[in-house]
């Protein structure tokens, strides 16, 4: 078998693939074009497609060539899904969408060499194509009994699906011909609910070429209990560092789950079988010490947003609970500190800035302003890391981080805080 798959397989990158055995045979064989494909639904990627990108990047190292596919005109138009028609987004919104998107991706494989990376735009070959020419030349090929078929599209039948969606995968399988033409490629990937789509094209290159192509799935990630894998009470975990910042991002992995936290660094970290066994014998002699939840985070981190990013998130992280100092924070570092403690906006009256027993009671580290006078008295309270000693202490201006901030604290581990707004 080939070292890749075999490799891709016990990492748990293959949710199927086309035959295994011609596809490991083809691997084995020299330089593989590849491709995955990503759509312009918003403004950034998420976790969910970075098991992509470093798929695309492991292909790469193992000496093949990935091209990375950003869909300006599948964008247009939507993949099917489970719950109901997409909203179609202007022409325009899209395009910024494709070049933002572009650029995300370009840190992930390298574009030098004889296997280097190359970004398409499926908006090249299918803008100048006619509506005739589709039907006649594209839609020939496609058996709408087996278009019906497909589990997106059954199950949407009831409630009704539109002609535009109902025909996305013509145009996905269009952009697997076009680029097995123009490159070479041989090979596509996507995550398992893009089976039927790199299926359908993998048989619209042989009906119209006789050539056999390959397609490689993985998994759709989960937590333990079944449901979605990337979500949080704040929503998706972008790549984008304006939408999801280091900071949150970095605790997003730290919070992985005991049950799944080896199978995400099988896939999201470069360490070795070697490094991971060790982690894994590590982590189950001491859970306590999270050591498999740290790797992933500094990985995954050091991987979308570069060491020093990740070292301001730890630093975040430990002068929120005292063991920093919380000034040296940036701004952006300090808003996204807020916003992971779910932070309680407090209005100022006349310009006089709240009592830390409100500041306290707000924030809601105690149930109550007497239960705040208490924690005082008994020196448990904590303002930026400073202790308070006087239960009538009002919050000053040259204590607020970034002119607007504070956190509160209630002894080592209950930590909330207010943004002072006018």
């Known amino acids: 078998m080939n070292a890749l798959l075999d490799d891709l397989t016990w990492r748990g990158f293959v949710a199927d693939s086309t035959d295994r055995d011609a596809l490991a045979a083809h691997l084995d064989a020299g330089m593989v074009t590849s491709y995955v494909g990503f759509d312009p639904t918003a403004r950034s990627l998420h976790i969910g497609h970075l098991m992509q990108l470093i798929l695309a990047r492991r292909l790469q190292q193992a000496g093949h060539r990935p091209l990375l596919l950003i869909g300006g005109s599948t964008g247009l138009i939507g993949d099917p899904k489970m719950t109901g028609e997409r909203v179609m987004n202007t022409k325009e919104t899209v395009s910024a969408w494709v070049a933002s998107l572009a650029e995300q991706t370009k840190k992930y494989v390298s574009f030098e060499g004889e296997n280097g990376s190359r970004i398409v735009n499926n908006l090249d070959w299918t803008g100048p194509l006619s509506a005739l020419d589709f039907l006649r030349d594209i839609g020939k090929h496609f058996s709408v009994n087996r278009m019906l078929a497909r589990d997106v599209v059954a ?49 619209y290159i042989r009906r119209t070429t006789g050539d056999i192509v390959h397609g490689l799935v993985t ?41 799944k936290v080896m199978d995400y660094l099988k896939i999201f970290s470069f360490r070795s079988h070697d490094e991971l066994a060790e982690l894994a014998e590590q982590t189950e002699q001491a859970p306590y010490k999270r050591l498999a939840q740290r790797a992933l985070a500094d990985d995954v981190t050091d991987l979308v947003h570069g060491v020093e ?21 940036d701004d952006a570092t300090i808003s996204a500190v807020m916003g992971e403690v779910k932070a309680t906006e407090v209005s100022t009256r006349d310009g006089e800035l709240p009592t830390v027993v409100d500041a306290l009671a707000a924030s809601g580290v105690v149930a109550s302003k007497s239960a705040a006078r208490r924690t005082i008295q008994e020196g448990g309270a904590y303002v930026n890391n400073a202790k308070v000693t006087d239960p009538d202490a009002r919050l000053s201006a040259d204590q607020l981080l970034a002119g607007r901030y504070a956190v509160l604290r209630r002894g080592k581990k209950t930590v909330g805080g207010v943004i002072l707004t006018r």
């Open 219 to 259: 998994p759709l990630l989960t937590k333990a209990d079944g449901t979605k894998f990337g979500k949080t009470e704040g929503g998706t975990v972008w790549l984008d560092p304006e939408l999801t910042s280091p900071y949150a991002f970095h605790q997003f992995w730290l919070n992985a789950e005991d049950a």
């Open 309 to 329: 990013a990740r070292k301001a998130a730890d630093e975040a992280a430990r002068a929120l609970f005292g063991r920093g100092e919380l000034a040296a924070l």
């Open 155 to 203: 199950r949407r039948l009831e409630d009704g699906i539109s002609y535009t969606e109902f025909s996305y995968v013509l145009l996905q399988s269009f952009d697997y011909a076009e680029l097995h033409r123009l490159y070479g490629c041989t090979l596509q990937t996507g995550a398992q609910d893009q089976w039927g789509n790199i299926t359908a094209g993998a048989d």
